[in-house]
C-alpha cells in the first residue's frame, strides 16, 4: 500500500517519534507503514487521518503492482 506519510510528517517537521506518539504507536510501526511495508488497521488509518485532518484515501492508495 503505498502512501503519503513521510510527506506529510515532513510537512509538519515531525520525527518518526513524534508521529508514533502523536498516534500512540512504536516508531518502529511509523517506520514501516512509511515504507508500505505495513498496512494499518482501519481504526490506525482514521486515527492517521484525523492527526493530518485529511481523508483516508487523501493519505492511502492501493499499490497497482499488488
Partial sequence: MRNRLKVLRAERDWSQAQLADALGIARQTVV???????????????????????????????????
Avoid at 515504507?35 to 492511502?60: D, H, Q, T
Fill in 32 to 66: 514501516a507503514l512509511e515504507a508500505g511495508k505495513y498496512a494499518p488497521s482501519l481504526p490506525l488509518a482514521f486515527k492517521i487521518g484525523r492527526v493530518f485532518s485529511k481523508a483516508v484515501e487523501e493519505i492511502f492508495e492501493p499499490d497497482p503492482d499488488a
